[in-house]
């Protein structure tokens, strides 16, 4: 016979350590992977109904990088010591990792956007006076060669390098998943599906992300909807984000069958605890209603309209975007607001508004990249050049 | 190869950049990092260096020897004299008195130790206040009521 | 487009690809030397102490024993940790859990600020056949997640089985915290660092016992080295039944209890 113990957190753990902050972290290096996960499908994989994003994705992926480190600075308790993570970083820490993964990760993104788009640059470059001229002067390195053998290399350089973005993608936001499901002490997190779950869940969200942008920029520039495009990333978002609730289900259905220890703190948490977010918002909310609306697009393809199709791959993918995140904090908050005695909760946690670690500064660093986007599109189009069909063609 | 101008430009601006953070990085390792360990050595003896605040019976027998003797012969001997009345330090600076030592007459220090509680063994001595002190239900118990019989302390 | 002069161009070349390769190769060597650096990670490599220190790490392995059935929960270790570290209120570097247990098996925890003044009685509408306190700490673990997780080297194991928090170096990640089984530690408030028992430090290297320890009133915490011929705590723990907080994890604490009941968490 079992009987209950009381509530009871070992003293120390009245404290929450990550808050708002570390559930952003990895919403946006979900984005990043996820992005450029889409991009390399156009680029390594062939998947020529994604060129009209491939350009949009790979700005999105570096926009979403460039503040990728924010959050974790703001959560520091010395930011200004940061650096230490490079200087000596001790490799049997998984978050030792990020030093490396972040800095190769950041090159070879700028390296591929910049071949991407060296024929513009270029082309920029002649047409402009001042400033503007010694600026894209500099961006093309001096060397102003556009002729089609040139553009051929780029070609191949931007393939080989998407190609090997995809693993060091994957390791960038695996990473996350795997700092997180190593941690022996904690009953939530630990499990070997955590890097899975958190990379399946990134390109989740990262195609999710892809097709709501596309479908906002196109409708503001006032521009035709491309359906395959929009097609073919709905059939990804609909695989990818059916291995990620099935990844996440089996989890909890694995914990709950072993009826082991974990189970104990488990079941009373996501039942109760965080109920709302985690079986409201993620599961039915989240999971289920998209699951459904993206079947009816990608089964029911003949029975509608363009334009029906298209909003409803919107409005999945839009839904699709806060799951991701509500698994995020799920994950993070739900995994400290119970004790490590495994018989205590603490109260739920509610981030603070203004402050460090608030909601103002979440939502500054979530809407930056999206500014940066904008901006970089007033330099150099995000949509791709009208075909022309050169052999070897435009990147 | 033809036409790989910018490549190579490339190339070479990337390795220039990063063997500039590898040296910088280079310097950037504390001295005496690594020498036990991986870990900054001078952390282990910055944690020696640090004074202790506590002292122990025989410090406060140089001064106090004749409460030394009375507690030694006593129930309270194992007792540490700063259990009760605090750290050393809080009392002695370079070998001389600087403040008075704390003396907590409240009940509530004796309590910590003899108050009955369920948990407690069997073996300890313990009351509960209001029975001992034979008061009436609500009644509060005296600041300073162990002190009132109990007034040899130090031996009790 | 390119105007420059094919012998300039073959010179620039040249000159560039020396350099580059020079670059490279200094590169190697400073990232070989520091990969051997690396490879110390959680193992120490110190086969002796510092010129000119009286104490030796390396001479000395420390363990800490604790006796259940002692412990009366005045919380004397409590208060006297918070003196000797300026341990920050409402942080615990010790603390002291009382457990109630009635007949059929029911369990009462609590921990009043960690028993920084004791405890008081409790009324639980119930028949309480066991009930103990236990004392609890950093376990000083041998196989301990907090040092592996450290991305830093900021958290440490010292040569004499100590585990460290290198304040100067901690980045303030929390990442330590969440790793430790135990939940002995927690982020500093003033200094926005780890921090966690240090096993008085700077009392043990100098042949004092901990404050803990010598603050107990009914020896129920003890402290040992295992480096020391005829020591009473390694006696204890090599000859009679001893229990370690855990075990399943795996840590291998080098915190040792007599008299640990099941239901202990």
Partial sequence: ?395 | MEHTKHIWRAAILLIVVLTGVVAVRHFMVPSSFGEMGYYRGDALYEFMDKAPEHGSQAACAECHDDIAGEKAAGAHAQVQCEVCHGTLTSHIRDDDKFADMAIDRSWRLCAHCHRRLVARPEGMPQIDPAEHLELAPGEAIPEEACLDCHDTIHNP | MSKQKPDAGMKRRDFLKTATQGAAGMALVMIWGDLSLVSASTVTVATSGREGYAYDPTKHRFIYLIDVAKCIGCGSCVRACERENQVPRHFFRTWIERYQISRTGRTWIDSPDGARNGFEPTVLGADITKAFFVPKLCNHCTNTPCVQLCPVGASFISPDGVVLVDEKRCIGCSYCVQACPYGSRFIHPDTHTASKCTLCYHRVTKGLDTACVQNCPTEARKLGDVKVLGDEVAEIIATKEVHVLKPELHTEPNCYYSGLSREVR
């Fill in chain 1, 1 to 395: 016979m079992h009987e209950p113990t009381t509530n009871f957190l070992f003293p120390n753990d009245i404290h929450i350590m990550w808050s708002l902050m570390i559930a952003l972290y990895p919403y946006i290096t979900g984005l990043v992977a996820g992005a450029f996960i889409v991009s390399s499908l156009y680029h390594v994989f062939g998947r020529t109904e994604l060129k009209p994003v491939s350009r949009l994705a790979m700005v999105a992926s570096l926009s979403f990088l460039a503040v990728a480190t924010l959050p974790l600075l703001v959560h520091l308790g010395h930011p200004e010591r940061a650096l230490n993570i490079m200087v000596t970083p001790h490799f049997t820490s998984a978050m030792s990792a990020f030093g490396m993964i972040y800095g190769l990760y950041l090159i070879l993104v700028v390296v591929e956007i910049w071949l991407i788009y060296r024929t513009e640059i270029i082309e920029t470059a002649a047409r402009s006076t001042g400033f503007k001229r010694w600026l894209f002067s500099v961006l093309a390195l001096g060397v102003y060669d556009t002729s089609t053998p040139a553009r051929e290399v780029d070609h191949r350089v931007v393939t080989a390098l998407a190609a090997i973005g995809i693993p060091m993608a994957c390791i960038l936001h695996g990473y996350v998943g795997f700092m997180f499901g190593s941690v022996k002490a904690n009953a939530f997190w630990s499990t070997p599906l955590m890097p899975i779950i958190f990379l399946f869940s990134a390109v989740t969200s990262g195609i999710a992300m892809i097709l709501v942008l596309y479908v906002i920029v196109t409708k503001v520039g006032g521009r035709r909807i491309a359906g395959d495009c929009v097609q073919s990333l709905a059939q990804w978002l609909w695989l990818f984000a059916t291995i990620t609730v099935t990844l996440e289900l089996l989890e909890i259905v694995m914990l709950s069958y072993e009826q082991n220890e974990e189970w104990l703190i488990v079941e009373p948490l996501i039942t109760d605890k965080i109920a709302f977010s985690f079986i409201g918002i993620q599961m039915i909310f989240g999971s289920l209603i998209p699951f459904i609306l993206l079947a009816i697009v990608v089964l029911m393809r003949r029975y509608l309209t363009d334009t029906l199709r298209h909003v409803i791959s919107f409005v999945a993918a839009s839904i699709l975007l806060i799951q991701v995140f509500a698994m995020r904090w799920n994950v993070v908050i739900g995994g400290q607001i119970f004790s490590k005695s495994g018989v205590g909760f603490r109260e739920n946690y509610t981030p603070e508004l203004g402050g460090r670690e608030g909601v103002v500064v979440a939502l500054v660093i979530f809407v930056a990249p999206f500014v940066m986007m904008a901006v970089f599109n007033r330099f150099l189009s995000l949509s791709p050049p009208a075909e022309d069909e050169q052999p070897g063609g435009g990147v």
